[in-house]
Structure formats: structure tokens, C-alpha cells
């Protein structure tokens, strides 16, 4: 765990009042967004396809990001393939604050 971020004690109360207005971002988009982790250094979501149609997986990131108020860095929009299809985005916030979202593939 050396290799971690330092604990910040209000992460979590920062990642908790973003949601609301992620999850309308994401729903408008056709997805379900959930949390994924602890929220004591990074905030976890995962984006799930709900309804039809669902944008893209780009397209939603960039909805997302707007909804930050992220000023976007060109690494952003090269996500990280994982495991069943995922795709995963980390978005740096401000001051050490990050999100972590995986985008499920439409099915």
C-alpha cells in the first residue's frame, strides 16, 4: 500500500455530493452509475448501459467531464481496456481528487 495516495478525510464527502449530478448526467445518456470502492482516494464509479438507446461510451465520458467542470487533457480521452469489455477512464480533478469510471460495452 506504500505506493498509494495519501488519505484525504474528505474525499469522500467531495465524491458523495458529485454524485447526484453524475448519475442524472449518466441517466440522460441511458446508463445507470454506481459506485465502485471506498472513496478515500479516488472515486470508483462504474457506468452501466440501462436503457436503449445508450450513447457511446466516449460520448458519455465527455458529458461526464463536462458535468466537472474538468478542463479535459488529451490523455483523457484514451481509455484503458479491461476485463469484460471495459473500458476506463481516470479524470483528475482538482487537488489530488480523481475519478475512476469504467464503462460497461453495450450489449
Given at each position: 500500500?506504500?505506493?498509494?495516495?495519501?488519505?484525504?478525510?474528505?474525499?469522500?464527502?467531495?465524491?458523495?455530493?458529485?454524485?447526484?449530478?453524475?448519475?442524472?448526467?449518466?441517466?440522460?445518456?441511458?446508463?445507470?452509475?454506481?459506485?465502485?470502492?471506498?472513496?478515500?482516494?479516488?472515486?470508483?464509479?462504474?457506468?452501466?448501459?440501462?436503457?436503449?438507446?445508450?450513447?457511446?461510451?466516449?460520448?458519455?465520458?465527455?458529458?461526464?467531464?463536462?458535468?466537472?467542470?474538468?478542463?479535459?487533457?488529451?490523455?483523457l480521452?484514451?481509455?484503458?481496456?479491461?476485463?469484460?469489455?471495459?473500458?476506463?477512464?481516470?479524470?483528475?480533478l482538482?487537488?489530488?481528487?480523481?475519478?475512476?469510471?469504467?464503462?460497461m460495452p453495450?450489449?
Amino acid at each position: 500500500m506504500a505506493d498509494r495516495e495519501p488519505y484525504r478525510p474528505m474525499a469522500g464527502i467531495i465524491y458523495a455530493s458529485m454524485l447526484p449530478s453524475l448519475q442524472e448526467t449518466a441517466r440522460r445518456h441511458g446508463y445507470a452509475l454506481a459506485v465502485h470502492g471506498s472513496m478515500t482516494y479516488d472515486f470508483d464509479l462504474v457506468a452501466i448501459p440501462w436503457s436503449n438507446p445508450a450513447s457511446s461510451p466516449r460520448k458519455l465520458i465527455d458529458a461526464l467531464i463536462e458535468d466537472t467542470g474538468v478542463i479535459p487533457c488529451p490523455s483523457l480521452y484514451e481509455p484503458e481496456k479491461r476485463s469484460h469489455g471495459r473500458l476506463s477512464w481516470t479524470i483528475p480533478l482538482e487537488c489530488g481528487y480523481s475519478l475512476d469510471i469504467s464503462v460497461m460495452p453495450i450489449g
